[in-house]
């Protein structure tokens, strides 16, 4: 099997996206990552869920979890609200890797082994031409390990 023949439709989203509702859409569609593309659609980063989740964390309780203990739930609630009037831009960490990209006749195998070491929850799958980059699909990593365990008795 192919990536062209593993890769899904996949949401999207591009730099300037507002944060609060890049975050609404991960939860909607219960995705671990949302794929980042330029205003030509290539990709250009990853968002993952846990990136947005630690925004929404005080500093302080990243620092010591044992304070979480101390909000109550109706500040715990308002969480989100640290996401208002930000772009994904600013909600991606200072070092944003390249995302992983498969080039369409990449095997499983290929797939699976670029999202292992790059520790990725989902590979984008281009196509490059004289235009640029064509975004295909994604495979995520749950996608993979149906598709790998299928060989499994």
Known sequence: MRARDLAVEYETVSMDTDALAAARLMAEHQLPALLVV???GAPTAILPASQMIKI???GYVVDDPTLAAVVDERHADQL???LAGRSVRECLS???PSPPVAEP???ALE???LMAQVRSPLVAV???DKAGTRLLGVIT???LLERLLTAVP
């Open 141 to 143: 990593a749950s996608q």
């Open 56 to 58: 929404l964390v005080p």
């Open 111 to 113: 797939v699976a082994a």
């Open 80 to 82: 989100c609200q640290a």
């Open 38 to 40: 330029d205003g030509l």
């Open 105 to 107: 006749d990449a095997t």
């Open 94 to 96: 200072k070092s944003v």
């Open 126 to 128: 281009a196509a490059q």
